[in-house]
Structure formats: C-alpha cells, structure tokens
C-alpha cells in the first residue's frame, strides 16, 4: 500500500530523500559519494543541508540541490 505522499507526488519529486536516493541523483559511485557526505556532516563549516529528525532523518532536497548548484557556480534565478 503507498502512503498519501507517494500518491501525490511521483518518486522523483519528493521533498526528503534518504541518503540511498541521493546517492543515486548524485549520480556517483555510492562508496565515494557516501564517503564526501559523511566528510561534509562532520564539518559543520560546510553549508551541507543535515538530515531532519522531524522527517525520519530525511535531507530536503530542494536545499541540496541549491547546495551543488552554489558548488559547481551555477547561478539560480
């Protein structure tokens, strides 16, 4: 059974991803990406959007993806 959530908002869209999903949308291996993640949480410095305890340890994606865009200097309207 699918909850609310996923009815309404296709896979692709959520909000709050795990780190397995972002993995994923990151695109890189999973040993190197979960490495440079679990270096960026221990560096409070970083600007790297921290998981949600409200939203079952969840990142928000919106802010992580304004996160690699701030990166890579692509500029956002």
């Known amino acids: 059974m ?11 869209e959520t909000l709050y991803i795990t780190d397995e999903e972002l993995y994923r949308r990151m695109g890189v291996p999973k040993k190197e990406a ?6 960026l949480d221990r560096n409070p410095h970083s600007g790297f959007p ?3 305890k409200l939203f079952g340890g969840r990142r ?18």
């Open 34 to 39: 979960r490495e440079a993640i679990q270096m």
């Open 50 to 52: 921290p998981k949600q």
């Open 60 to 77: 928000y994606w919106p802010a992580l993806q304004a996160y690699f865009d701030r990166l890579n200097k692509v500029k956002t309207q």
């Open 2 to 12: 699918t909850d609310i959530a996923t009815r309404e908002r296709p896979h692709r």
